[in-house]
């Protein structure tokens, strides 16, 4: 089954998104790059289907220092100062980047590139094509890596990345029969996007199986808050195949209202300033405590309600959503919509420096695999600016890296090879596991978390880690690869939510009263590794 293949390059990056995309088109000016898509590229991850907008600062009376400051207030000040520096000040720039390569983003009167308002910023800074802003991105990248030399192989995944002395020099992947290909390199990036698909209801696409954080992990890198996932307030209610499908921050920029079923606009109970304008996680939390307490619709949700906007603006500004509503036999220009929070990002993972080092030699990270600069709660658009700004940092410093032996170690591909192919011997189909795991994450370590209801998820994690997942065919070895990411993904997100004592951002623990200012909480971030986990104290404000 293994090294049927075998390929050399200087650069390897895992991921397709909107980060691999960009750090492949960096890299690919200082070598061979080789691009491993678990999809096809530009079509599967998580960046193509972001609609709302990237957030830059383009205006005069808009400033860098204020979207830090938004960036870092909205984050609970978990943040990486660093890193938020990197990308408020680098945002604009990797935007020049796209529109110079073709990417076609709405234009005002007097042709600026338009902005709009999206939750917990100082200034409407969100550019915007349309609602399909991650689909425009996506395109213009595509091609322009398409003149690059970069080697794309499309539906490979990654089963685990190759150890080099004290580092990663490559990795492992398996195409769709189950065929195996080492890929051998002097630096590899992380790109490999979220993992909220490890919940019951998420925005993901479906790869976004975690896998990024798993090999990580296993490769012995530091990840940081990972109990940090954001809940997107808005998510499709119903029908019950779309439960989930995400519903742009963007209808609420455009001057969307949240009603419950007594006709309340109820944000003024939770945040009366900003309204539904306020940050994803209160806004998620006030959803699911009106649903909670009962003001909800049959359905479980609210109402968001864009009937007072004209259709025209509907039709113009958001198609997408119009058309996606119109699929489900609601006409949102004489309805409103229903929606509930639905997991959407993951904000922790791999800790990284500015230039996209991890924690282990040979190994970069870009995008939503890594933690740090968005905290404990992400702004809406600043993911997107997100892939942009440290997709080209990780491909320039990989780029830059020097050439390393490329050996095999048949000892290590060898006790690979045994444990994949024991997945054919196995008893338990990985699609029943898996259910288990998204069920246990949604209804034990969701929006608001106990210490038992954590170990509750903790213990079926560990159950499901253990048991003996049957590949019907070699083509299924990779559904048992996938369900063992999600597991350690589960278990990653699940540890640190025990570990942080505290109510900050995304992250709620109704067992624990101690809620500090966040600008002046005692606690940094948390970490886990093969060989450590914790939560660091800041002993100069204890
Ligand atoms: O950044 C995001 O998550 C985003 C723009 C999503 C959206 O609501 O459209």
């Known amino acids: 089954m293994l090294a049927s293949e075998v390929v050399r390059c200087h650069v390897l990056i895992i991921g397709s998104g909107g980060a691999g995309v960009r750090a492949a088109i960096e890299a690919s000016r200082y070598g061979n790059v080789v691009l491993v898509s678990k999809t096809i590229a530009g079509k599967g991850g998580c960046t193509t289907m972001a609609e709302g907008g990237y957030n830059a600062v383009l205006r005069d009376q808009d400033s860098c220092d204020v979207h ?49 308002p999206f939750g917990g910023q100082k200034f409407p800074r969100t550019c915007y094509a349309g609602d399909r802003t991650g689909h425009e991105i996506m395109a213009t990248l595509m091609e ?36 195996a290909a080492v890929i051998l390199a002097d630096s590899t990036v992380l790109a490999t996007g979220g993992g909220t698909q490890v919940y019951d209801i998420s925005t993901n696409s479906a790869a976004g199986t975690g896998d990024g954080f798993a090999l990580g992990y296993r490769a012995g890198a530091k990840l940081i808050d990972m109990e940090m996932v954001q809940f997107h307030p808005t998510g499709a209610v119903y029908p019950y195949d779309a439960r989930g499908r ?40 006030a959803i699911a405590t009106e649903v909670l307490e009962g003001r909800g619709t049959d359905y479980g949700g609210v109402y968001l309600d864009v009937t007072h906007l004209s259709p025209g603006e509907i039709e113009t500004r958001l198609p997408v959503m119009l058309e996606q509503f119109l699929a489900f036999g609601v006409d949102i220009r004489r309805e409103p919509m229903v929606v509930a929070p639905t997991a959407h990002h993951i904000m922790g993972g791999l800790a990284i420096t500015p230039d996209c080092r991890t924690t282990v030699p040979g190994l970069y990270a870009c995008g939503e695999v890594t933690g740090g600069v968005h905290g404990a709660n992400r702004l809406g658009g600043n993911a997107l600016a997100d892939t942009q700004v440290f997709g080209k940092r990780a491909g320039e410093s990989a780029g830059k890296a020097p050439e390393q032996d490329k050996y095999i170690d048949p000892d290590r591909l060898a006790a690979l090879e045994r444990r994949l192919s024991a997945y054919l011997d196995g008893e338990v189909n990985p699609a029943v596991a898996r259910r288990e795991l998204k069920l246990t994450m949604w209804n034990h370590a969701g929006i608001f978390r106990t210490a038992d209801e954590l170990n509750t998820a903790l213990a079926t ?9 049957r590949a019907a065919s070699p083509s299924n070895i990779i559904d048992c690869c996938t369900l063992r990411n999600m597991c350690t993904t589960a278990s990653l ?25 966040p600008a002046t909480s005692p606690f940094g971030h948390t970490y886990v590794s093969l060989t450590s986990a914790g939560i660091e104290r800041k002993e100069a404000v204890l």
């Open 144 to 179: 322009r890596l398409d003149g690059t030399d970069t080697v794309v192989m499309n539906e490979y995944s990654v089963v685990d990345l190759l150890p080099r002395e004290g580092g990663v020099g490559g990795a492992v992947a398996l195409d769709r029969r189950g065929e």
């Open 246 to 285: 995400l519903v742009t921050e963007a209808v609420r920029g455009e001057g969307g209202l949240l009603l419950n079923t007594h006709g309340e606009r109820f944000m003024e109970r939770y945040d009366p300033e900003r309204m539904e304008l306020s940050t994803r996680d209160v806004v998620a939390r």
């Open 493 to 517: 997100i699940v540890r640190s939510a025990l570990l942080r004592p505290e109510n900050r951002g995304a992250h709620v623990r109704k067992d624990v009263t101690t809620t500090w200012e």
């Open 68 to 116: 830090r400051e938004d960036t870092l207030r909205g984050g609970a000040y978990l943040n990486d100062p660093a890193l938020v520096e990197v990308l408020t000040r680098e945002a604009p720039e990797r935007m020049a980047d796209l529109i110079r390569w073709g990417a076609v983003f709405d234009v005002t009167e007097n042709r600026m590139v338009a902005q709009r």
């Open 461 to 469: 994690i560990t159950r499901l880690e253990s048991l003996p997942i």
